[in-house]
């Protein structure tokens, strides 16, 4: 069965200090890859997807992630991060590349960012 | 547009007692589905539709769980009796499928806090 792994699942961070969340997932096939944040009280909304293409992906509020096929991985960076990015992030998996919809979250990563 | 819209946001009620969680999903998705948020769990993926068809219910905890979309603009997920282990935030999402450009994304609702005492 698919399965997405993400192994940090707390992380505490100074502002402007460098994010990196890992996100590995196992299918062997095509796969569209997600990731979610959710702020504290709020649904979950899409930060970054990929489909195809440059695997370096840039999503909104300085989020970029970088799909590396040989690794499974698809982890997502941010340079400098600030208080308002505390939330928890969420990786995601589409296995069969969009023929199904169905996707697959991982358990989740709580960024808390300090002032 | 409208998003998914999900009501109730907050439901209270006490063990026993029948728990109905609606959803409209945006006009025109092919998809739609019923995801479970815990502390202890995460998301789980409960069911989906695809043309207001079941398609995987795979994840329902089991026969007190039941969830139907009798129309393209409407579900509901339904726990009948509920218990206190069912307290969680149940999101429903829907997205478009392949064949109208769809690439997987889901746009979430608001969710539903369930609280079964």
């Known amino acids: 069965a698919q399965s997405v792994s993400q192994h940090n699942h707390h992380v505490i961070l100074s502002e402007a200090a460098s994010l990196e969340l890992g996100c590995n997932y196992s299918y062997g096939g095509t796969v569209n890859l997600f990731w979610y944040v959710q702020y504290p009280g709020q649904h979950l909304q899409l930060l970054l997807k990929?489909?195809?293409?440059?695997?370096l992906v840039k999503g909104i509020k300085g989020f970029e992630a970088e799909f590396i096929k040989s690794k499974f991985s698809f982890n997502l960076r941010k340079p400098s991060v600030q208080w308002s990015d505390t939330a928890e992030y969420f990786c995601?998996?589409?296995?069969?590349?969009?023929?199904?919809?169905?996707?697959?979250f991982g358990t989740g990563t709580l960024l808390a960012v300090q002032p | 547009d409208a998003g998914v819209i999900q009501s109730p946001r907050h439901e209270v009620t006490e063990m026993g007692q029948e728990v109905t969680l609606r959803c409209k999903p945006i006009s025109g998705h092919d998809y739609l589905f019923w995801y479970r948020q815990t502390m202890m769990r995460g998301l789980e993926l409960l069911i989906y539709f695809n043309n207001n068809v079941p398609i995987d219910d795979s994840g329902m905890p089991e026969d007190r769980f039941s969830a139907k979309m009798p129309n393209a603009s409407f579900s509901t997920l339904k726990i009948q009796p509920s218990e206190p282990r069912d307290s969680a935030v149940y999101f429903c999402?829907?997205?478009?499928?392949?064949?109208?450009?769809?690439?997987?994304?889901?746009?979430f609702g608001e969710g539903s806090r369930l609280t079964v005492l």
């Open positions: 990929y489909f195809s293409g440059d695997p």
């Open positions: 999402a829907s997205s478009p499928g392949p064949q109208q450009g769809g690439t997987g994304e889901l746009f």
């Open positions: 995601a998996v589409n296995a069969g590349g969009g023929a199904t919809n169905k996707l697959i």
